[in-house]
């Protein structure tokens, strides 16, 4: 689905690169991989082992990083970030990696995901003098490493790390070293890769590709792994764990060619599309995808129901940024502006469309309008998630409660309002099925089920009831 349109969005991605001469143009390939993570910003910053140094700006990995700007960026070690605002906000300064510097040296931050206790901390930190740059509560981390007692800086990463909740994965990059972090529950994916001699870190494992690296494992919830002149080292700043990696990045999030897990995202989506069709088996003549993310879930109901894939909806991959706009009037006009039905394959037809799941429900209504607009004679709609009913605090934009649609209306109603002839969810347990899973250990389901991984703090729920 189109996230701009939808108002699903994914908050950030990262990639950094250690212990190469072409740092900082690797960081560029990884970044433009993962672009789909986020398109408000991008920054990257290189180590040359003496200083810091970074260039970043509002808008697309390419827009920003032109030749002039990446001759500036020379270095054997860089981090890097896109980024789609939520908490905090947009503007340039939010645009990250956050770069520090003070007496005792620099430090470059890039975090992906959204702290629960960021606005507690910063309120306490401001309390003792801290003065914040940004919105972002990525700076929090930065305050709380300054001010920790601990004379390594390890020491005082973990120790700030420990006084986080919710989700991160951070790369923190001095002039001598590269630190990566993953929250106790890992719900946010970042992966370990090596390329010859240098190690690579990314959100996804597709940017691997991209640069030729090899994949090598994912970070551990609760993992600081340190990488400097004498190698890798992995620590611990978190001793009770419990793993619940984000639902939605299997559902809609990482791109098809990233593994998370072990479990390949596409395959991922083909089973949750495969049980969908056993679980809502509909007399149908074509099955259609709502392109790009819900193609790989309608491949699999097709497959299993034994019914046609067909191309029904077209996606416009020549619409720019300008339709990134956060109004409903034109987010529907970007609906129209980036998709349209194939009316030589859905006239006359009763057509399954699969999208991967329905946030506010205006996207879907125009969806399903074009499709008869275009002569399908009936158009039932199954989705590869269950419905989405409840907020997410943690780095997904799924705007606030009384935004979606199916956190006060029953199925039925959402039928009604999107003009489709049925509607099908799929079950949690199915979800869970699909990738393998006895039961629901190991992932966040929040936005589905209502139940966070960890504790939401009352200022931050305040947030995202009222904003
Ligand atoms: S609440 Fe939903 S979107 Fe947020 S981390 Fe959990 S599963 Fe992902």
Known sequence: MLAEIKGLNEECGIFGVWGHPDAAQLTYYGLHSLQHRGQEGTGIVVSDGKTLKGVKGEGLVAEIFTTEAMAELTGSAAIGH?????????????????????????????????????NSLKHQLETQGSIFQTSSDTEVLAHLIRRSGYPHLNDRVKNALSMLKGAYAYLIMTETELMVALDPHGLRPLSLGLLGDAYVVASETCAFDVVGAEYIREIMPGELLIINENGLTSE?????????????????????????????????????????ALEAPIDADVVTGVPDS????????????????????????YVGRTFIQPSQSLREQGVKMKLSAVRG?????????????????????????????????????????????????????????????????????????????????????????ALGQEGTNGYCLGCFTGNYPTEIYPDTLQYYYQK
């Not at 770069?99 to 430090?107: E, K, P, T």
């Not at 001793?239 to 098809?256: D, N």
């Not at 199954?382 to 606030?400: A, E, L, M, Q, R």
């Not at 935004?403 to 489709?420: F, P, T």
């Open 294 to 317: 819900s193609i790989s879930a309608a491949i699999g109901y097709a497959e299993e129901a034994g019914i046609p894939y067909e191309m029904g909806l077209i996606k416009n991959r």
């Open 236 to 276: 611990r700043f978190a001793v009770s764990t419990t793993k619940a990696i984000c639902m939605m990045e299997y559902v809609y999030f990482s791109r098809p060619d990233s593994n998370i897990h072990g479990i390949n995202v596409h395959t991922a989506r083909k089973n949750l599309g495969k049980r969908l």
């Open 82 to 118: 896109v980024r789609y605002a939520t908490a905090g906000g947009g503007g340039y300064e939010n645009v990250q990696p956050l770069l520090f510097h003070s007496q005792s040296g620099s430090l470059a931050l890039a975090h992906n995901g959204n702290l629960v206790n960021a």
């Open 345 to 433: 394959v859905v006239e006359g037809k009763r057509v399954v469309m699969v999208d991967d799941s329905i946030v506010r429900g205006t996207t879907s209504r125009r969806i399903v309008s074009l499709l008869k607009e275009a002569g399908a004679t009936e158009v039932h709609v199954v989705i590869s998630s269950p419905p989405i009913k409840n907020p997410c605090f943690y780095g997904i934009d799924t705007s606030t409660k009384e935004e979606l649609i199916a956190s006060d209306k029953s199925v039925e109603d959402i039928r009604q309002l999107i003009g489709a002839d049925s509607l099908t969810f799929l079950t949690v347990d199915g979800m869970m099925h």
